[in-house]
């Protein structure tokens, strides 16, 4: 048996750490729905107005594409340059192994700002326009390491035995991807790129200083923040969260169909 | 006489080079990662060490070969003072979470009994992502303020008479504001830990007379330490870079390094500045990650 | 040319971390075609990356391999014909057992040399060969270690390649299931006729499959050569005490005729041995002793005196542990069930069998 400790307490701190988490987004969806300007006490009214607004606010919803565009540019950057480096990582020694790896981590250690400023000291330099594209760079370079990490992990566990035997039987670089790498590390490839999307989705730090004249969704909440907060602010998230769960579980029991296959 | 030289010359084509192939395998691997991260990170950090050695006239920039803005990041306030206070918040933070986390990924990792459950529980953790960083911090605002739900709530109980404002505008509330927002980090990187401890471990601690606790202070916590170091060196470096908090919940003097990386750009247009104070905290996050490899793997449990 | 697998001054170098140790250092081995091979040695003595050079898992750090006289030390795994079943089986675990059987047909360089049908047939030809034609359309997840290691035999066997090498691939299975799949090796050896290399670290295995053994210790071949001389004849006290229940005693050579020597213990027991020994008269030598070999007797002379200080009943006979007398060793004996009891702490004389008494010199 696994379990171990008193049941009731453990369940209890946990149950806090949950309310924890979640009080605040409550908070944040029931007053998506105050019938009031202010977006805290006093609770005036069930209304569906801020979400009347919102669908007519032309500016929240292209920044809500924009964030789309940005996140999915990231996840297909990540994936193109990040396996591959996951890859390398797990097969080879070469000279500069560890000073490669230090490399690929240090965004994460990083504040945002930092790889914001030397990305954009560098567009500067070769005049590269600010645009949602320099967005999707600069994320991508700070988000590669979550696919890196996440697939090199993975890889790791899977071990070289499959691959060896695949070789063995005459299978060349192709067919030992596509037969075996590609379906041993895929649901680990699924988490990444759904991490790696929630966290562009989400990020302000490297966006901040390379926004150029198109904002995402999190920069066009932090002017709306700096200035008057209506509940349509609340409005946003709220169907943010309800639209993300019904893609994170659809995606996780799409995924899960072929999770049990890697145990043998 | 050709025949034969002709046969080992043709003997020797037909066989590919394994060594050969295993470099060109290595390169086609490694060269596009290594190309952007390069182009994408390496010469910008040369970009921004060109222009820490120069400084601004005037709102022009000026080349130039002098380490006076390094000298100015130790010596000048308010930036050395405002690394540590950063850092400071970043400790607190990692802390914070830690403590946090903790009975969750535990919960998460011993206690849910089926897989269904498991699953809803993982996903509880991460959905919070979802929901806007900023649109949560504010909602904060929303309860701790002092016309907020906390302080309406306690008045209405008769807990206490005046607002306490207490919570918010100040460098605890700061804390306490990145420590919500990041817990979900360190409740994974714990959990990933946890989910290695082998049932048979507890099992044979049980048969060998181990009460609970003890299971829990002589086994599992020290386990777990490397998942709690990685779930604290993220929270930390999250918290340390973070300009959000300070601004929405902050008091007037918390401002972070990140913020005052922002104000030179924007304000003072004192690019050579931000660009030594970046280059100073890439060189600490550099230090980090090998502190934190090393300590990770003297403390990582082989089973 | 020679026809089969040549290894020359085959070494193999692992770099870890700071230090560098030879896995393989210096093997020299000619693998005849056909032949059912084994390298055998304790984990660690380099018989798995000695299999792993010849398939192309690993490249030399120096040496050649040969195949049939042509020089393959620096062929790509996936060039060289030769299938490898591992210790771990490898099967893929997102295709159906039917899938992994037919991998080696279906692959790129195989194109073209079967039709889909003569693919669907010759898979199930070698899964009714491994008994698993019932198992085809499952995943590898549904199936216990004994029927995987049969398909990844299958998988192995199917493309018809020359060499099948083999990585421990019983290590992982119950003894019983190991003695049906031994039975079945050698059965699949002998109609197919093809070379298999194969490494274990079970004796037992090894000399009852193999055509030929190298013993293997620190990188090195201690001997190569069949089970039989191996058993009999070891080449030194490695070899001796690795294989078979043999006790090796310290002896001195006391002289030597034309095809036989006596050899003296330290306790002054003379003993004979037949066949001839590298060593001259008052050189220092090993006298291997079998358990087997040995037998109680009532006469002194010629005979080696000691100590019976335990007995164990094995059933099929009962094994005395003897101290031979001034201590000069401990030797097991093997007695029949039938014979009086031997009490402990009885004074023995024992008899060798001087056939089957053997020296080492090193």
Known sequence: ?264 | MTTIEQTVEIKRTSIRSARAIERRRLFLWLVPPLAWFTIFMLIPYATLLYTSLGHVDDMRFIPGLSLDNFVRVFTVDPYLSVIIKSARIGLMTAVFSSIVAYPLAFYLAFHVRTQRLKFLIYLLVIVPWWASYLVKAYAWKTILGSGGILNVGMQSLGLVHEPVRLFLYNEFSVDMTLTYIFTPFAVLSIYAQLERVPTSLIEAARNLGADGWMIFRRIILPISVPGVVAGAIITFSLAFGDFVAPVLVGGPDSVMISNVVINLLGVAFDWPMAAAIGLVIISLGLLLISASGWLEERTQTRF | MTTGIELRNLRKLFEGHGHASWAVDGVDMTIGAGKFVTLLGPSGCGKTTTLRMIAGLEIPTSGQILRDGQDITDQPVTDRDMRMVFQDFALFPNMTIQDNVAFGLRVKSKRGKYTEPQIQQRVAEFLDLVHLKDHAYKKPHQLSGGQKQRVSLARALVTDPKVVLFDEPLGSLDANLRKIMQLELIRLHRELGKTFVYVTHDQDEAMAMSDAIAVMSQGKVMQFGTPREIYDRPANRYVASFIGHAHIVDATVDSKQADSLTVRLGNGDRVGVRGKADAAPGSAVGLMLRAEDLTFTDTAADAIGGKVVDSLYRGEYVEYVVALNGNSGVVHVHARTDLPQVAHGSTVALKVNPAKAHVVVH
């Open chain 1, 1 to 264: 048996m696994r379990a171990f400790g008193n049941r009731s307490l453990v369940t209890t701190l946990a149950m806090s750490v949950l309310a924890f988490l979640y009080a605040p987004i409550l908070v944040m969806m029931v007053f998506s729905f105050n019938d009031s300007q202010y977006t805290g006490l006093p609770f005036n009214g069930f209304t569906f107005r801020w979400y009347e607004a919102l669908f007519r606010d032309d500016q929240m919803l292209t920044s809500i594409w924009n964030s789309v565009y940005v996140g999915l540019g990231v996840v297909v950057i990540s994936v193109l340059f990040g396996v591959p480096a996951a890859i390398a990582l797990d097969r080879y020694e070469f000279p500069g192994k560890g000073m490669f790896r230090r490399i690929v981590m240090l965004p994460i250690v990083l504040p945002g700002i930092i790889t914001g400023i030397a990305l954009l000291g560098f567009y500067l330099t070769i005049h590269l326009r600010l645009s949602l594209y320099t967005i999707m760079l600069g994320q991508g370079t700070a988000l590669m390491c979550v696919t890196i990490t996440e697939v090199f992990a993975r890889l790791q566990q899977l071990g070289k035995s499959q691959a060896e035997a695949a070789a063995n039987l005459g299978a060349n670089d192709w067919e030992i991807f596509k037969n075996v790498t590609f379906p041993g590390i895929r649901s680990a490839l699924f988490g990444a790129m759904l991490i790696a999307f929630s966290i562009s989705f989400d990020e302000i730090a490297v966006t901040f200083l390379l926004t150029g004249r198109e904002n995402t969704l999190p920069m066009t909440l932090w002017s709306l923040l700096r200035r008057e907060v209506t509940p349509e602010v609340n409005a946003v998230a709220t169907l943010i969260v309800f639209l993300s769960i019904i893609l994170i579980v659809a995606g996780m029991y799409a995924s899960r169909g072929n999770a049990n296959e890697r145990e043998a």
